[in-house]
């Protein structure tokens, strides 16, 4: 759970106090700049910890 939330707080762009990683529910909720980092940067930066990302959703506000 640590290595996934350093992992996002870690991208240009995530708003760090917004990240919480829900690990029972295997969901990371994240605000974030589309115009600094993509879902996909966040989804590799998931990938690279060795955790496989199935599904995402970006809502704008």
Do not use: C, P
Request: glycine content about 4%; charged content about 40%.
């Amino acid at each position: 759970m640590q290595k996934i939330e350093n992992g996002v707080k870690s991208l240009e762009g995530v708003n760090k106090e917004s990240v919480k990683v829900l690990f029972n529910s295997s969901k990371v909720r994240a605000e974030f700049d589309d115009e600094k980092v993509s879902i996909k940067d966040i989804e590799n930066s998931i990938d690279k910890l060795g955790y496989e990302v199935l599904k995402s959703q970006v809502k704008k506000i």
